[in-house]
């Protein structure tokens, strides 16, 4: 059993051809996926996955730092809302993203901050985005530290000091098609990292790995990503596919 904690099954790219692609992954022996939100845009799509994969498709709830803009408080309502009255898995994806504009930085921080707290009294996970602002995040999750903080930092990319500490704060590290690029970075610090700190994503359809790099992504192609870390870790593809679905139990509790 392997387990996509983060895929984007909802998006338009997989909308001609979505009930082949699940088969795909779950032929490819990906059985759990774990669905982040981006805004209130999507929830509709979201429910509709639920209902079409129950036994298969896990959600989560949040405001996606580049949804924030002027009316951010209001998709924060409703994100309070959604999980005052729904059974959710994690609150994600959100953190934050200053690569594309840091016209909202404020902004973002205060819905990330919101959402981590909101997190913390439903005693759920977060699902944490970060691009270009690990200095930013980190200074939040300082600030929000303790036992009842706990996630995954989605598609990490840092160094391994940022990696040591993202761990520090509770975080697994979600490891996608980036460990299989020839850039990638991540791949030559991994195996300094206890494998109980890693879980598996594709962030499909985005992110695709070597050889799809630059093709839509889909869950299926999980399995290059475990057949990377079965490199860096000298473990076996079932091993590793063991290890990281226990690390995603013990992150959202199913």
Known sequence: MITDTHTHLYSSQFKEDQSEM???AKEAGVTRFFIPAIDSTYTDKM??????????VFL???????????NYLE???????W????????????????YWDTTFLTQQQDAFRTQIQWAKEKKMPINIHCRNAFDEVFEVLESEKGDDLRGIFHCFTGTLEQAKQAISYNMK????GVATFKNG???????????????L???????????????????????NIVDKLVDIYGLSFDEIAAITTQNSKDVFGI
């Open 22 to 24: 699940m088969q795909r």
């Open 47 to 56: 429910f509709q996955l639920e209902k079409d994969y129950p036994d298969d």
């Open 60 to 70: 989560m709830m949040g405001l996606h730092p580049t949804s924030v803009k002027e």
């Open 75 to 81: 998709e924060l309502a409703h994100v309070k809302k």
């Open 83 to 98: 999980i005052d009255e729904k059974k959710f898995y994690a609150i994600g994806e959100i953190g934050m993203d200053l």
């Open 173 to 176: 590290l979600g490891i996608g």
């Open 185 to 199: 970075k991540i791949d030559k610090f991994l195996n300094e990292i206890d494998i109980k700190h890693i879980v």
């Open 201 to 223: 994503e594709t962030d499909a359809p985005y992110l695709a790995p070597t050889p799809y790099r630059g093709k839509r992504n889909e869950s299926a192609y999980l399995t």
